[in-house]
């Protein structure tokens, strides 16, 4: 972020600014949440430093939760893993405030098995596609950020 003097995303007004000034903004998110280990209050510090979503369980169970892949230790989340989420909800009620209506598109390039995308310049050819298959552009703006945007302004402020 510093090196390429990219803003960070802590509020959807930071990602609208970035969108006006026509400049990339960086959105912090931690796959796994290894990092908070026994210490709850690595959550808090995680935050200030910017991390607004964290994915619980990623390549590796741990004593947060089971992982997709592998066969079950903890029958999903562990009991450590519903406290994490507890203590995360303190920040943000995600799925009260998502609903099961609202879509996004995760911008994740790490060209992991069969990527849809591999490159950011592709973007605007799902835009297109979306339109093709009957979506108003009113709609893939919404898909391809504004429900986004919406979320974060309501977990984030």
Do not use: K
């Not at 802590?10 to 912090?28: E, K, Y």
């Not at 609903?99 to 605007?124: K, L, S």
Request: aromatic share 4%.
């Amino acid at each position: 972020m510093r090196h390429h003097g990219l803003p960070l995303v802590r509020t959807a007004d930071d990602i609208i600014a970035a969108h006006r000034a026509g400049t990339t903004a960086l959105f912090v998110t931690c796959e796994g949440a290894d990092f908070v280990e026994d210490r709850p209050e690595r959550l808090d510090e995680a935050h200030a430093a910017g991390v607004r979503s964290i994915t619980l369980v990623h390549c590796r169970q741990h004593e947060f939760g089971d992982l997709q892949t592998e066969p079950p230790l903890h029958g999903g989340l562990s009991p450590a893993g519903r406290e994490l989420v507890r203590e995360m909800n303190r920040i943000a009620r995600l799925i009260d405030v998502i609903g099961v209506d609202h879509v996004a598109v995760g911008t994740d390039m790490d060209a992991n098995y069969r990527p849809v995308m591999t490159e950011y310049g592709q973007f605007g050819v799902l835009g297109d596609r979306l339109q093709a298959r009957g979506l108003t552009q009113a709609g893939v703006d919404r898909v391809l950020g504004a429900n986004a945007v919406d979320l974060i302004r309501t977990v984030c402020g």
